[in-house]
């Protein structure tokens, strides 16, 4: 894919640029390595002030930020907008708690004094997605900065002013030159990024194919990855649930970013007992969206990020039909110069088949029917993923088991599946391994030193 700006909404190229040459991200890799060499001696006190300056440039310039995502990628610009917002709180979060996450831990050994220190790598590449183009940069980088570590962006190459936005931020707001670099390189500039010495370890949000094509070659070169994956998240209703509730939070789960997040809610697995209303209910709530011009402020859902993306849901919805799968709403593309596709609902999937399996990388929904508990966790752990994992019930017992035996690296109970700095994010099975966020996504990028002293 060339690196460019592509508007979704229209089809018009608004900007390309060239990649680097090898040249050229030596001469990044040489100023990473060097400023690490400063950088990490700064006290916390220090970095926790550049941090809490990114936020404050973050919530100055919200709505420009906000604009280059709608613009690069259709996100509608009140979701763009608050997703400046969340990079703003996580930098805020990290600026606090970082110096109590990465404190010395006393313990008592036959030493005079023993205890762990956790001390920053070095270099981290971090491999990021278009579908939140700040987000997700941004969650990787305020730990990581905070920890004494220096990062390296190689962004989705549909999201270069983003990607080039972000590093400015992080410059204007004191980091030292160095401390966090924007590399606009294609994919396969990436594995020589990896194997360079210099750079310790590496992360990735994308596809499965990315993730494991970047841990095989961190494997080989005995580097550490943390890896979030794709998924294809169940969104549980049982029959005591609050339907209208599970009905409105489901339509929001499923058409987040336009469909086209990792932990949106893809497979509805219903009571046969509320069936029909809960059906009537999502189709009522699809039909009151409004799909159209991300820019405009009551649009609802705007296009997808990307021509090949479009092409991808229209091919998995006609193999649902094709298998058998009932069109209850949408199910064929808006005819526009944008990447367009309506909110819809698909029912008579079958379990076993292959299209059920797969995670819809948009504004699609599938819809099972089963007959109790045991058959709706067995259902949402029949998939390759395990990223997240929504659940409607009031009965406690219910909740409990659900808690227990769903398979995925988050259960929500009655509430939208979602990331929030306080808590860890990630993912089993092909969703990935490690975590982001919390006290555990800083810990993932340190030296965790085991100090003695007689």
């Known amino acids: 894919m060339a690196i460019a700006t592509i508007n ?69 610009l009140k979701s763009a907008m608050a997703e400046v917002a969340k990079c703003a709180l996580v930098c805020r979060f990290y600026s606090e708690k970082a110096p109590e996450f990465l404190a010395d831990v006393s313990i008592a050994t036959d030493a005079s004094n023993s205890y762990v220190s956790y001390q920053p790598l070095g270099i981290i590449l971090a491999v990021m997605p278009w579908n939140f183009p700040f987000w997700q940069v941004f969650r990787f980088a305020a730990p990581a900065l905070m920890a004494g570590n220096v990062g390296i962006l190689k962004h989705a190459s549909n999201v270069p002013q983003c990607a080039l936005a972000i590093e400015a931020i992080i410059k204007e707001a004191g980091f030292p030159e160095g401390a966090f670099q924007t590399l606009l390189v294609g994919a396969k500039q990436v594995a020589a990024i990896v194997e360079d010495d210099r750079v310790k370890a590496a992360t990735l949000t994308g596809s499965e194919p990315a993730g494991a094509s970047l841990a095989s070659i961190a494997g080989k070169n005995l580097k550490k990855t943390v890896l979030e994956l794709g998924g294809s998240d169940p969104f549980i209703v049982l029959e005591s649930a609050d339907i209208e509730a599970a009905v409105k939070t489901g339509t929001t789960a499923r058409m987040l970013n336009n469909g086209q997040s990792c932990i949106a809610a893809k497979r509805f697995i219903v009571s046969d007992s509320i069936g029909d209303r809960f059906e009537q209910a999502l189709m009522d709530q699809f039909e009151s969206l409004k799909v159209g011009d991300p820019m405009e402020e009551d649009t609802n859902i705007g296009p997808l990020a990307t021509a090949t993306i479009l092409q991808d849901i229209e091919q998995q919805v006609q193999t649902a039909i094709a298998q ?42 599938m819809v099972f029917r089963v007959k109790n508990l045991d058959e709706a966790i067995a259902l949402a752990n029949d998939t390759p993923f395990g990223l997240g994992a929504s659940a409607w019930t009031q009965n406690p017992t219910e909740q409990q088991q659900l808690i227990t035996e769903i398979e995925a690296g988050a259960v929500f109970i009655n509430g939208l599946v979602k990331s929030d700095p306080r808590l860890p994010f990630g993912g089993i099975k092909r969703s990935g391994y490690g975590r982001e966020l919390s006290i555990q996504g800083i810990q993932e990028f340190v030296n965790t030193k085991t100090v003695w002293i007689k």
């Not at 100023?31 to 006290?43: G, H, I, N, V």
């Not at 002030?49 to 100055?60: G, K, S, V, Y």
């Not at 949408?330 to 698909?346: D, M, Q, R, V």
């Open 8 to 76: 979704p909404t229209t089809g018009e190229t608004l900007a390309t640029f060239e990649p680097l040459t090898d040249a050229e991200i030596e001469t990044k890799l040489a100023l990473a390595a060097s400023t690490f060499q400063e950088y990490r001696k700064t006290d916390f006190a220090t970095r926790s002030n550049w941090l809490n300056q990114a936020a404050a440039i973050l919530e100055r310039d919200q709505a420009k930020y906000a604009e280059i995502m709608t613009l690069e990628m259709g996100k509608p």
């Open 324 to 365: 058998g799968a009932k069109v209850l709403i949408g199910g064929k593309a808006i005819e526009s110069n944008g990447n367009f596709y309506p909110p819809t609902i698909l029912t008579n999937i079958e379990p076993n088949s292959d299209i059920a399996k797969e995670e819809f990388f948009g504004p699609v929904a």
